[in-house]
Structures are given as C-alpha cells and as structure tokens.
C-alpha cells in the first residue's frame, strides 16, 4: 500500500510510466481502445469489363490450354471478362465466346501500347506448336520443333522477318535450334508467337 501511495504522489506521466515499468497499470490512467473493426479493402469487381487482346491468342474451351480453342483472337480484338481474377494464368471470359484466355495476353480496352520490347523471349501460342526450318520456307528442311507454350529466342528485338511463298510470314530464332519460324499468313493480323510471361 505504501508503494501505491508514493506512486501517485508523482506527477502523472512519471507514475504511469513507472507503472508500466513495475507491470502495473491503473484502469483510470489509460483509456480503453474502441473495438477494433476488421480492416475492409474496397473490392472492386471487375467482371465484365473490357480486354483487348495485346497480341493474336485463343481462348480456350475450357481451364487448361490442352482443351480445344474455342476462338483464335486477333490483337486489339475485344473480350469481357467473366471473372475477378485469373487461375493457373488463365481468366475467364463471357464474350465474343465463353472460354479462357491467358491474362498475360491482355490489356485494357484502348491501350495502345505495343507490347514490351527488349526481351528476346517469346512464347508458342500455336496449339499444334511450330516446326523450325533452316530457311524461311515450308519446303526447307526441318531442323527442330517446339511445343506449345513452349520458348523461343529470338535473333533480335524487334524480329527479324520475311516473307515466304503462299504469303507465309516467317520470324528467326535462335533457340531451340537456329532457324525460322512460321507467324502465320501475313494481312491475317493472327500470329503464332506471344510475348513470355
């Protein structure tokens, strides 16, 4: 009781802290925090809102890029969004056709901004994947493959690219093996490479 006494014989903010000190803390000399509401994040939702596609992919049938391409989109072609957030990198889409389609792949409606430049690195978004030939050619000799979703390396940034018979455009690598690549038909505004993730 004597040590009571003393303490509050102090001025007060010396008697709370020496309170604070010794553990004790008098109910009157620190006020009751107000109930803790849980901390809410404005969520916006963004299902359907517009998407253009950054460059030509597919939409896909289902959730996994094996399935079937429901419908092959062209750069700048429009999407709406089907849910708040992509899975495994793939987001859902209502229209022009319910299906999936890499977020990666796209941007908001009206951005006109190219796609990155400076990375060598492009990806397979051919569904049956691309052959590499030794010379921008169908003929030419086959000298590697590769898959799709698959990398690439290009020679340089921008691609180097020429156009071949039948009106075939086609893009150099470098890696997996050295050669050329089919880009699909040039005027047709589809393309079988995208930009990596």
Do not use: H
Request: proline residues 11%; positive net charge; contains cysteine.
């Amino acid at each position: 009781m004597l040590m009571k006494s003393v303490l509050w014989s102090r001025p007060v903010g010396l008697a709370v802290g020496c309170a604070i000190a010794a553990g004790m803390v008098p109910l009157t000399a620190v006020a009751a925090p107000d109930p803790v509401q849980p901390l809410q994040l404005a969520q916006t939702s963004i299902i359907g809102q517009c998407r253009a596609a950054r460059l030509s992919t597919p939409i896909f049938s289902q959730r996994d890029p094996r399935s079937p391409v429901a419908k092959l989109m062209l750069t700048n072609d429009k999407v709406t969004l089907s849910e708040n957030g992509a899975t495994d990198g793939l987001i859902g889409v209502s229209a022009p056709t319910p299906g999936f389609i890499y977020a990666v792949n796209l941007k908001m409606c009206g951005d006109t901004t190219p796609p990155p430049s400076g990375s060598l690195c492009r990806r397979v978004i051919q569904p049956e994947g691309l052959i590499i030939r030794a010379q921008p050619n169908p003929n030419s000799a086959q000298v590697g493959s590769v898959g799709y979703l698959q990398e690439v390396t290009l020679t340089q940034d921008p691609p180097k690219r020429q156009d071949g018979p039948g009106g075939r455009t086609w893009i150099e690598i470098a890696k997996p093996a050295a050669g050329w690549v089919s880009n699909g038909f040039a005027g047709s505004g589809a393309s079988n490479l995208g930009t990596c993730p």
